[in-house]
């Protein structure tokens, strides 16, 4: 079974509805990141936590929300889709024992298309 | 402020030859560099890290990588490229709070 799992895989939505994605982990590790993915733009961190109670904006967080309902769990949420949130959206973890220097791990992503 | 830059947005090598993918960073301390692969329709895999210590670097699937800190640079290699290889290629630098930030990928095609 995959460490890091996103759910759904792919979603085709309309402008202004109101959509989540969602993300679990095995690997019982505190950090968690989304990212969102765009052609020729690379990834780009939307938020992240660093435990329960830790939520931080990353670099591109208008627009989106996220809820770390548990440690293994991490959602990302579009209050009112918009088109050009249409992308591939990935979650990641890290162990966060060793504050820096650690290797993310990646979901297979989310697929997201807004009408 | 940091920032990777990827100036090969697509390579195309034949089966066998050597490749070597470019990358270059911009961080104003000491820089955790990483290269991913991104195979069709999956997640991004780990190929490789520098942290410190020796500056060439081996990963998997016979990737390695050599950090050049006089350059800001990165770039990764491979001896002879498989047709498995083909797949795209992020180079990677953690900014702190073990936040990456990503180059914008290297697209690999593999010819026969």
């Known amino acids: 079974d995959a460490d890091v799992t996103q759910t759904p895989r792919n979603r085709i939505t309309k402008t202004g509805k109101r959509i989540m994605l969602e993300c679990s982990q095995t690997k019982g590790h505190d950090r968690m990141y989304w990212y969102r993915q765009d052609p020729g733009l690379g990834l780009r961190l939307i938020y992240y936590s660093f435990d329960v109670k830790d939520i931080n904006k990353g670099e591109i967080s208008d627009g989106y929300s996220v809820s770390r309902q548990a440690q293994a769990k991490f959602s990302l949420s579009l209050e009112s889709a918009i088109p050009n949130q249409t992308a591939l959206y990935f979650c990641?973890?890290?162990?966060?024992?060793?504050?820096?220097?650690?290797?993310?791990?990646f979901g297979p992503g989310t697929r997201l298309l807004v009408l | 402020a940091q920032s990777v830059t990827q100036p090969d947005i697509h390579i195309t090598v034949s089966e066998g030859a050597s490749l070597e993918l470019r990358c270059n960073y911009s961080?104003?301390?000491?820089?955790?560099l990483f290269w991913y692969v991104q195979s069709p329709g999956q997640g991004l895999q780990l190929l490789l890290k520098y942290f410190s210590g020796d500056t060439l670097v081996q990963g998997i699937k016979g990737f390695e990588a050599e950090f050049k800190r006089s350059q800001s640079s990165f770039n990764l290699r491979k001896p002879s490229v498989h047709w498995s290889d083909a797949a795209e290629y992020f180079c990677?630098?953690?900014?702190?709070?073990?936040?990456?930030?990503f180059g914008t990928g290297t697209r690999l095609t593999v010819i026969p």
């Open positions: 990641a973890t890290s162990d966060g024992s060793l504050g820096v220097q650690e290797t993310q791990y």
């Open positions: 961080y104003g301390a000491t820089p955790y």
């Open positions: 990677a630098v953690e900014a702190g709070a073990n936040n990456l930030f």
